[in-house]
């Protein structure tokens, strides 16, 4: 089957400028996150989406970012103004179980990244 | 929130040898423990995971191992080869089938 999805696979940008990556998950799952990776550390949640609700959006820093999953499938995520902090890779996710089903093998298939550079 | 720590952030073995990579994490209600392996420059992919009914699962070379009452978990790789070098992340999930947190990675460095 086809994977995760992510475009586009580089960004370089200046300070305060704004930055929107893509994601298409593998057809038929139901959950979407979108995660931080700043180099030498482990991913780290920003946003899930269940369909087209969000499920957990506390770690996402909502002055300057956005996400949205119109229709329960494809998703962006946005950066507006991005900071040289943001600088890290932005990875997509897809499962195709979500909260409800304790009991089912939840993996997560990532995305190969978009990696953002902030100068 | 649940809190994740790895331990070592980086481990050189010699191939053949065996590795051991320790997790501890926070929240007793967690109950889903999965193991990322990420090769340079690529995306993070699970090689394993367990849930808190089960002490020990194994599948080949890799094999993990849970302690709910002291809250860790272990990620054993025997017989090493060149290309289990990668960072490998380990996780949990307080409701078992959602949110993941992750700990900070463990280099490992495998040499032939």
């Known amino acids: 089957e086809a994977g995760v999805a992510q475009s586009p696979r580089y960004k370089i940008i200046e300070k305060r400028q704004s930055v929107a990556f893509w994601c298409n998950p593998i057809s038929g799952h139901a959950t979407l996150y979108w995660y931080q990776q700043i180099l030498g550390q482990g991913p780290k949640l920003l946003i899930q989406?269940?369909?087209?609700?969000?499920?957990?959006d506390s770690q996402l820093p909502k002055d300057r970012f956005s996400a949205e999953r119109l229709k329960g499938v494809d998703s962006t995520l946005k950066i507006q103004p991005a900071k040289l902090e943001d600088s890290a890779v932005y990875l997509c996710a897809s499962s195709l179980a979500g909260p409800g089903l304790a009991d089912v093998r939840n993996e997560q298939f990532f995305g190969p990244g978009t990696r953002l550079t902030v100068l | 929130g649940e809190n994740v720590e790895q331990h070592p952030s980086t481990l050189s073995v010699q191939e053949g040898d065996s590795a051991v990579i320790k997790c501890t994490y926070s929240d007793s209600a967690s109950n889903y423990f999965p193991w990322y392996k990420q090769e340079l420059g690529k995306r993070p992919q699970l090689i394993i995971d367990?849930?808190?009914?089960?002490g020990e699962k194994k599948d080949q070379r890799i094999a993990v191992t849970l302690n709910k009452t002291a809250k860790h978990f272990s990620l054993h790789i025997t017989e090493t080869q060149p290309e289990d070098s990668a960072v490998y992340f380990c996780a949990a999930s307080p409701r078992g089938y959602s949110t993941l947190t992750f700990g900070k990675g463990t280099m490992l460095l495998v040499s032939p």
């Open positions: 989406f269940q369909n087209n609700g969000v499920v957990d």
């Open positions: 367990i849930r808190s009914n089960v």
